[in-house]
């Protein structure tokens, strides 16, 4: 322990140095014993880089910032490309192109009704004859079975007469020549159905893509990806579901504004212009800024110079040294904190529940073809949704509200037509004790002895306010009367 922290200590009077450097000279002199004498430059550095990485990766906790940030250059790998695609939000493409979580996708077409289920069988089937042909050697002794194969297919879902076929609108013409490829010539190719196949995906991605996110199906697809041991840091930080957990466990470690930095450089590079990027950099790599990030001098020059680039990936470097460095500190610390574990375990109870309603509602489904306690439940639900329906169509008196006569129901005090406060609340009289006496009774009347007279008075005014305001509606009832009559 006392190894790793003389580490990243520098001494006063020592000048300041860039990136690794500067960590190389931290702590030199008080750990010539630990680290050896240098007798070899070259290899004395390559055993301090890994010994630096070795720390960062386990104890970064107890690193300033700016040492992290010196670091993750030091452990930065540029030949890695950057990638800010998240596997768990998937294109429909990428779902059906994962053959080791196509079967949620196949169970959710499947459950959906018997269009869908022939849809994703053709696509399946089609993509396997198209593979298949790709990886054969030797066309000239299997073209029959390629063939055999491709009528099979055009048969099942392409032929107008087939209970399978294809719901969808096909041009006459494109079956047509595919028939006639197929039976009169003899041709076969993999792209003999690729007009088809297309249109499948197309009709599928408008339709039903959306709705399979919204499934259940989709988080066990989640849940998958996330326990299969291949997460990585992209996935987590570039989902909108995973993200609020991620930025929860980093504003803990104190490094959100570093998160923010990501994923604004992250919408810049889609969506930005020249003056997103001075923005961005105003707030993340100026030193008076709350939000600024400790890179190095180098880091921060070399995004200056590209800040008016006709390319928004001014901000890349800067976005992957963070990103692989993140990658092999704070997230493997994020994938054993709590946070995450209460993630998956909601993740995993949305599952569960989904199971019960489905199970349920196949049980009501299969009781209500010979129960009449099913039909009447759905005749009286119906009757529910049309009084429902015609109470929505009636107008609604909104002043009805607070017109409500609830006097004697639920109020304990209402308001007369003079404006007087009358309590309808009786309180429980006193109980006395047993000796006869009521201390708390006692003290009470004792103060409020004074306050009798001006009960009275009260009352008094109150009794005089009453004849003023007859008198006032006497009158003007009776101007009111006469004018009626002329």
């Not at 493409?93 to 994703?120: A, G, P």
């Not at 998958?224 to 991620?246: K, Q, R």
């Not at 590079?269 to 180098?298: C, H, Q, W, Y």
């Amino acid at each position: 322990m006392e190894i790793s922290r003389s580490l990243f200590k520098r001494r006063k009077d020592s000048p300041k140095k860039d990136g690794l450097k500067t960590l190389l000279s931290m702590g030199k002199e008080e750990n010539d014993q630990s680290f050896g004498q240098q007798s070899n430059s070259k290899f004395q550095t390559n055993e301090s880089v890994s010994r630096v990485a070795y720390t960062a990766c386990f104890s970064h906790r107890n690193v300033k910032l700016s040492h992290q940030m010196l670091i993750a250059e030091s452990m930065f790998d540029p030949y890695l490309t950057l990638n800010t695609k998240s596997r768990l939000c998937p294109t429909i493409e990428c779902i059906l192109n994962d053959s080791n979580r196509l079967s949620y996708f196949v169970q959710f077409m499947e459950n959906e009704n018997s269009v869908t289920r022939n849809m994703i069988k053709f696509w399946i089937q089609v993509e396997c004859f198209r593979n298949s042909m790709k990886e054969c050697d030797n066309m000239a002794e299997n073209k029959h079975i390629f063939i055999g194969d491709a009528i099979r297919i055009f048969n099942k879902y392409l032929d107008p007469e087939s209970t399978h076929r294809l719901n969808l609108e096909i041009e006459v013409n494109d079956v047509s020549c595919v028939q006639h490829r197929l039976f009169i010539e003899g041709l076969v190719s993999s792209d003999l159905f690729q007009n088809f196949q297309n249109l499948v995906l197309k009709y599928i991605e408008v339709e039903y893509y959306n709705k399979f996110l919204r499934s259940s199906y989709f988080c066990r697809y989640q849940v998958d990806v996330m326990t299969d041991g291949s997460i990585c840091l992209v996935d987590i930080l570039y989902n909108d579901a995973t993200l609020f957990y991620f930025m929860e466990f980093m504003e803990q470690e104190g490094m959100k504004h570093y998160v923010d930095f990501l994923l604004m450089a992250e919408n810049y590079r889609n969506f930005g212009n020249a003056k997103d990027a001075k923005i961005v950099f105003d707030r993340f790599f100026t030193s008076e800024s709350p939000s600024f990030l400790e890179m190095s001098d180098n880091v921060k020059s070399q995004i200056e110079n590209n800040l008016h680039g006709e390319c928004n990936t001014c901000f890349d470097r800067a976005v992957s040294i963070l990103i692989q460095y993140f990658d092999k500190t704070y997230f493997k610390q994020f994938l054993q904190s709590q946070v995450y574990i209460n993630f998956l375990t909601e993740c995993i109870n949305s599952i569960q529940y989904s199971n019960v309603v489905t199970k349920t509602q196949k049980c009501h489904k299969r009781q209500g073809s010979d129960s009449s306690s099913s039909e009447c439940f759905v005749s009286s639900s119906a009757a529910v949704d049309k009084s429902a329906q015609n109470s929505l169509r009636k107008p609604v008196d909104f002043d009805l509200l607070w017109k409500r006569d609830l006097a004697g129901k639920l109020q304990i005090a209402r308001v007369n037509q003079y404006g007087k406060l009358l309590s309808d609340f009786e309180p429980e009289p006193d109980k006395p004790n047993a000796s006869g006496t009521n201390t708390l009774a006692k003290a009470v009347r004792k103060l409020t002895l004074s306050a009798s007279d001006d009960k009275e008075k009260e009352d008094m005014a109150w009794r005089v306010a009453e004849m003023i305001i007859n008198d006032v509606r006497s009158v003007t009832e009776s101007h009111r009367f006469q004018h009626n009559n002329s």
